[in-house]
Nanobody, 130 residues
């Protein structure tokens, strides 16, 4: 599975952006993706979980600081996951990475860690100025 992220940019605080992540590869692999998610990494910081969505049931998970502002969604027909980011803050500035997992069983807990995912996109920069 290859992941291509897009949609980053430079905005003022309070603005919105929508990130997209398109998955490509063999049909069997694409149909086997169980979870897709977003992580971010700010300069000098560790990579951190942002949001994820399960294929079956569509359950979503969010990091606490983005709850109520970010929305993750998925278009299964397009093999694409989106991250709608509203009310952006300067602390949201980071490189955002999308990720996917073919693993058949993933607990809720592990979804918040990078260990759950086996494919990663190249990252897209989001810069929020005050």
């Amino acid at each position: 599975v290859q992941l291509q992220a897009s949609g980053g940019g430079s905005v003022q605080a309070g603005a919105s952006l929508r990130l997209s992540c398109a998955a490509s590869g063999r049909a069997y692999s694409l149909n086997s993706i169980n979870v897709m998610g977003w992580f971010r990494q700010a300069p000098g910081s560790e990579r951190e979980f942002v949001a994820s969505i399960r294929r079956n049931g569509g359950r979503v998970y969010y990091e606490n600081s983005v709850k109520g502002r970010f929305t993750i969604s998925r278009d299964a027909a397009k093999n694409t996951v989106y991250l709608q980011m509203n009310t952006l803050k300067p602390e949201d500035t980071a490189v955002y990475y999308c990720a996917s997992s073919l693993r058949t069983y993933l607990s809720d807990t592990i979804l918040y860690t990078g260990r759950a995912y086996d494919s990663w996109g190249q990252g897209t920069q989001v810069t929020v100025s005050s």
